[in-house]
């Protein structure tokens, strides 16, 4: 099964920035919706952003909105997370996945081709 892969993680000051990318080598993202998830420890999985595959409709829950921005570079074949202002509560491991039916329609257990995702730390 083909896995995407994120990169860009790191450790940041609470107030910093950092960009994460998700590309695949055997998969075309734009033919897809992708979502961005993150999980802190002891804590579950949630989703942060997506983007539709068609219109590039973009969604945010409200703890990220107006901090996170999600793109993509079709050219590129990867889709971007601009994390600003960043917390410590936005530590953890971000993830992305593909949404098969490009709406960001579907429940977070149907997102498939997800990576190993990359560690994000927020702290002083």
């Known amino acids: 099964q083909v896995q995407l892969v994120e990169s860009g993680g790191g450790l940041v000051q609470p107030g910093g920035s950092l960009r994460l990318s998700c590309t695949a080598s055997?998969?075309?993202?734009?033919?897809?919706?992708i979502g961005w998830f993150r999980q802190a420890p002891g804590k579950e999985r949630e989703g942060v952003s997506c983007i539709h595959s068609r219109d590039g409709t973009t969604y945010y829950p409200d703890s990220v909105k107006g901090r996170f921005t999600i793109s993509r570079d079709n050219a590129k074949n990867t889709v971007y997370l601009q994390m600003n202002n960043l917390k410590p509560e936005d530590t953890g491991t971000y993830y992305c996945?593909?949404?098969?039916?490009?709406?960001?329609?579907?429940?977070?257990?149907?997102?498939?081709?997800w990576g190993q995702g990359t560690q994000v730390t927020v702290s002083s």
């Open positions: 996945a593909t949404d098969p039916t490009g709406s960001c329609s579907v429940r977070m257990h149907e997102f498939g081709s």
């Open positions: 055997r998969l075309s993202l734009e033919d897809y919706a």
